[in-house]
């Protein structure tokens, strides 16, 4: 290996050091650990095979963007963790992750923004909802997306169970000393004492396994056991309880058909869907329990260095699904992810049961990022002005931002009555006063080259004349043909090399480029896209509504106002009346009379009924 190949590490003071690690990786699966100059974790990876891809951070025939180019200036040290498999490199990665938050990996948002039902580590566990996760071997049960599912879900527990809600320090010896009284909840039913020893610490557990069976959503096999004590009960002659067990079944059943079933497969799933944005990924989880939603929410993941969608994708399912403790061992995913066949059973559907899943989480997640971009247009509308117009110079690749955009579109039926429509948008908002609608002079026929040429010349070399500010952005309603034309007229204008325009195709909404014969193609749920179809679209609204007046105007002027003695506003009457020229020709002579009066009406009438 020559050292030659590592010429990103020219000016990292740790250089020697660094290059004595990269002679002696292993090829093996495992995790490696980044330290800076303080000692402390920069990133944590994992790995396949540990020799290839802690060398393609270094090697020169390796491009990188610029985050990346900096984690690799300040890596002082490297560190590995050798295991057997993949799966166990992953998940170290995700404990590693959680465990020291190295600055240059994906994090997840703070556990605290979402309540848990938390059950307690004592002697007799209490039930309550927080937002603080405590290490003290308490269990956590969560993260609920609102307070409303988890209040329901609380009221229902409370509802089926006894249990104590008082904070005292309940041991079984102190309960044998006879240390503690019953508190009120117990006078009126709602704690069945375990404070006085009348609940043993086994019944009291008991109850506790009913809770965790609720709270996971095994409702099945709970209704179940429950209808066999009942029945229980029953024989024993012990009706009390019988029916105190059947007002809980009932409330059970309830709850569970307030719960969505919108699947027949009853083992346990996961399913995962995103979207993709430009420095985020916005992601859906669902888990399905005995066919039934018990949980979905969606969250935003930040990338980090060169990251693509794909792998943060892949890093915050591996993540969440350790902080949320979900072990399902089938996963329903959009794409094939770079996971362990032993980690879990990943499932891409196409069709079925499977698909909806599927399609109800990429819903919610595109709901999800459109109450966010809603939020952020409306609390800081002056950064979402700035960050689409920065977003749609990435996506088009222009030389400066596009703040002021122009755009084109022709309107002719036959080569009748041709016009075109200029829109303008600023800040990606359309400015209507802007707006401007041009008749075509020197074009005969349909032809709308020579029409876009004639227009894109008329307004360009007139506002070079003025000295007005030209647009960042030209957009031309057309593909490669209609391109051209415009180029040719802002040639001729003086000001091509002012300006910047490109050609929307209309089948495969193509963006064209001048003297580039391969389109740009963005994905369709881009705002980039997005936008330049709202200003295409537009443009042909503003030009079809101008023709279809410009054309309605010129059918009543031959039709009515040939007639002798008819002018526009008798012609008007006739139209208010009776709504369209083929009404007026089939009304009788007393209908027109009573209308215009009796001379105009018998000239109406001879007009329309003449031989």
């Given amino acids: 290996m020559c050292d030659n190949s590592y010429k990103v590490l020219e000016n990292n003071p740790h250089k020697e050091h660094l290059l004595s690690i990269l002679k002696t990786l292993a090829s093996t699966p495992g995790v490696y650990q980044y330290f800076d100059k303080q000692g402390k974790i920069i990133y944590v990876g994992k790995a396949k095979n540990l020799k290839n891809r802690v060398l393609s951070y270094f090697r020169n025939d390796v491009k990188h963007n610029l985050k990346t180019q900096v984690l690799v200036r300040k890596i002082a040290d490297i560190k590995f963790i050798h295991v057997s498999s993949e799966t166990e490199a992953l998940l170290m990665e995700n404990n590693l992750i959680k465990k020291y938050k190295p600055k240059y990996n994906i994090m997840l948002k703070d556990d605290k923004t979402y309540p848990w039902i938390r059950i307690t580590n004592e002697e007799y566990p209490r039930i309550f909802t927080t937002r603080n996760l405590i290490k003290d071997g308490s269990q956590y049960y969560g993260p609920y997306p609102n307070g409303k599912i988890i209040r329901e879900l609380m009221d229902l527990i409370r509802s089926l169970f006894s249990y104590r809600t008082c904070s005292l320090a309940l041991t079984e010896e102190g309960v044998k000393k006879g240390k503690f009284k019953p508190c009120l909840n117990a006078q009126i039913g709602l704690c069945d004492k375990p404070c006085t020893g009348e609940q043993t610490r086994v019944e009291y557990h008991n109850i506790i396994n009913g809770v965790r069976q609720i709270i996971k959503g095994n409702f099945s096999a709970y209704l179940s056991e429950m209808k066999a004590q009942m029945l229980t009960f029953a ?8 029916q105190k067990i059947k007002e809980c079944i009932t409330l059970l059943e309830n709850y569970t058909v307030k719960t969505s079933i919108i699947s027949f497969i009853r083992h346990d799933l996961e399913v995962y869907a995103y979207i993709d944005s430009e420095d985020k990924i916005y992601m859906n989880m669902t888990r399905v329990v005995e066919g039934k939603i018990n949980m979905s929410f969606s969250m935003e993941v930040e990338k980090k260095l060169d990251m693509t969608a794909k792998e943060v994708f892949t890093s915050a399912i591996t993540q969440n699904r350790l902080r949320l403790q979900w072990s399902a061992k089938e996963i329903i995913v959009p794409e094939v992810l770079d ?28 709901f999800y990022r459109n109450q966010k971009i809603k939020n952020e247009k409306i609390l800081d509308p002056d950064r979402w002005k700035n960050k689409v117009v920065l977003e ?32 303008v948008f600023r800040e990606g908002k359309p400015s209507n006063k802007e707006y401007r609608h041009f008749n075509v002079k020197t074009v005969l026929g349909p032809d709308d080259f020579a029409s876009m040429r004639e227009i894109v010349y008329r307004r360009y070399s007139r506002m070079e004349k003025e000295g007005k500010q030209l647009p960042d952005l030209i957009v031309i309603d057309g593909g490669k043909g209609q391109l051209s034309s415009a180029v040719l ?13 490109i050609g929307l195709a ?25 936008i330049i179809q709202h200003i295409r679209d537009e443009a042909h609204r503003f030009g079809i509504t101008f023709h279809r007046d410009k054309r ?14 008819i002018g526009e506003k008798t012609a008007m009457d006739l139209l208010l009346k009776y709504s369209s020229v083929e009404k007026i020709k089939n009304a009788t002579l007393q209908s027109l009379i009573d209308c215009v009066g009796k001379s105009k009406a018998n000239k109406i009438y001879e007009y329309f009924h003449k031989e």
């Avoid at 069709?351 to 990429?362: I, M, Q, T």
């Fill in 235 to 242: 024989e024993k002659l012990q009706f009390e309880k019988a």
């Fill in 339 to 366: 996971l362990p066949q032993e980690y879990v059973l990943q499932n891409v559907p196409s069709f079925g049961e499977r698909k909806k899943l599927l399609d109800f989480a990429f819903h919610n997640a595109l």
């Fill in 392 to 423: 749609m110079q990435k996506d088009l690749q222009l030389d400066k931002p596009p703040h002021h955009i122009e755009c084109f579109d022709n309107s002719n039926i036959q080569g009748n009555n041709p016009v075109a429509s200029c829109v």
């Fill in 489 to 501: 007229a802002l040639k001729k204008a003086g000001v091509y090399e002012k300006v910047t325009v």
């Fill in 506 to 530: 209309k089948r495969l909404e193509e963006i064209y480029k001048p003297d580039d014969p391969i389109p740009i193609c963005l994905d369709k749920r881009c705002h980039t896209l997005q």
């Fill in 552 to 565: 309605s105007k010129a059918t009543f002027r031959t039709q009515l106002t040939d007639i002798e003695s």
